[in-house]
């Protein structure tokens, strides 16, 4: 499986991006792809997911009603709509996706990575 976001840059505050990750591989036995954040000096964290058959998303309470993730299957697509963004969501973002549902890839670990994508809020 690979995993390739695209979508990240330069962006000043109360901007949007829209981040996509494009799946690729054995994609049959996936359930669930998320996306995380690894800011600067930071851990990553995870930020929303959403499962493949049904499209039910997840997210973070701090992305709550700031961004959306949607799904593609026709054309193995996850995207992230991110909305009014902040100086605070300057991160890498990455995508990753998992032979289980969100709620286990989340609290369990994700199986396959993706190189990350940079996001840049600044004036």
């Known amino acids: 499986v690979q995993l390739q976001a695209s979508g990240g840059g330069l962006v000043q505050p109360g901007g949007s991006l829209r981040l996509s990750c494009v799946v690729s591989g054995s994609t049959l036995d996936l359930w669930a792809i998320g996306w995380f954040r690894q800011a600067p000096g930071k851990e990553r964290k995870w930020i929303s997911c959403?499962?493949?058959?049904?499209?039910?998303?997840y997210y973070e309470d701090s992305v709550k009603g700031q961004f959306t993730i949607s799904r593609d299957n026709a054309n193995n697509t996850v995207a992230l709509q991110m909305n009014s963004l902040k100086s605070e969501d300057t991160a890498v973002y990455y995508c990753a996706a998992d032979n289980s549902v969100c709620f286990s890839a989340i609290n369990y670990g994700m199986d396959y990575w993706g190189k990350g994508t940079q996001v840049t809020v600044s004036s």
């Open positions: 959403i499962n493949i058959s049904d499209g039910s998303p």
